[in-house]
């Protein structure tokens, strides 16, 4: 369920008319709807309210600060992978004991940052890693607390870019080398191993790989306490699938009821780590019909916005509904398009071979589940500033994220005097 919906042929964002925001703000530009974005995150809580699990959600796929300000507002913890996110989590007051931070290469300086702002734990991905942290804690005078990264060699059903359970991936720690180092735990004085997380890829549209995973895990736990240790946290990572097209994911409720009685058996606190479930159906990407183009052997619409802004489709051949902002009659003549973007690539393209309305140039189209993962990878490739965000909060629209200008593109660039000689 999300807030996006036509009323008389126009599209709304709650009650807010999205050709207004696209007229006064231009475009292209993402769009959150902050009711959508609170009602995924209370979905996940509400179904695992017999766990009462710390709900970490997963920055990369949004770092807004508003975006991240609602959700923390809301009880949600964060899951981060770098310094960067850090400062963003510690700019919007995010409580530390509500963050953990996974990453398989985290730096002396993110570490270091990180232990200064006392974070929940560390997920932690290889042994050198360990090293480093016990290093850095003597020198700081701190103690750590981590979870083991464990890689249960499962493969979850999604593009081959975005699953990472397998024993092929960079991820993780196998579970005999696990259970190693659990009760090796002696040898680093500084440190305190008291979980265990997995995160086997993202977009996963059944339960059944995280059972399989969670069963792969459980005698792992077991032995891990049976030979005198503790386990105080279980981190399950995210990965729970969304609505793009015509996808059948499971519920967060169907979820949480696979899963629940596997968990509960463990008596351990209980982590998630969503955050497609959350932001992917509460942001859209607007954007404007620059031209209309006919070749020899296809139709073109050319748009505004392009690979830089939204990735997902050229990366991984990812599918977005496209819907016109203002809809036409169902007799409005239909066409296969590409819609494509403006830059210099044959690979810069938001939808290929779909069945759309005829558009002129101007109007405005909704590139709809683009909430996650949309904004938080774009880049300035072809020197394109980054676009406006804007949420809609209780009928009224916020510019959260100004759209860039020229000047920020050559932000921080430096041309030697020898070259302006
Ligand atoms: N926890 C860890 C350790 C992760 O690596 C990820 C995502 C998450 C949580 C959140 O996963 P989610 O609930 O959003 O599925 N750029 C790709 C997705 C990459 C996911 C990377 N890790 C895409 O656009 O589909």
Redesign the pocket.
Known sequence: MHHFKYKNSRLYCESVSIEKIAKEVGTPLYLYSYKTLISHYRKIKEAFKSLNPIICF?M??NSNLSVCRALLKAGAGL?I?SGGELFKAKRIGANPKKIVY?SVGKTAVEISNALKAGILFF?VESIPELVLIDKLCAHMGKRATIAI?VNPGVKAKT?R??T?GTRNDK?GIDEDTTLRIFNENAKFKYIDIIGI?I?I????TQAYPFLKAIRKITPLIRAIRKAGNRIDYLNI?????IIYNNEKPQTASDFARAVTPLLSKLNVKLIL????????NSGILVTRVLHVKKSLSKSFMIVDAGMNDI??PS??G?FHKILPVIRGSSKTEKRKFDVVGPICESGDFLAKDRELAIAREGDFLAVMSAG??GFS?SSNYNARPRVAEVMVINGKYYIIRKRESCQDLIRGEVIPKVLLR
């Open positions: 997963s990369k796929s899951d992978v996974a997920n990264r593009h870019y975005i990472t991820f997380h995160h890829g993202s977009q996963i990572g995210g990965g729970l699938g780590e969503p955050g497609r479930f959350i932001s992917g990735m997902r990366l991984y990812a996650a993962y990878m």
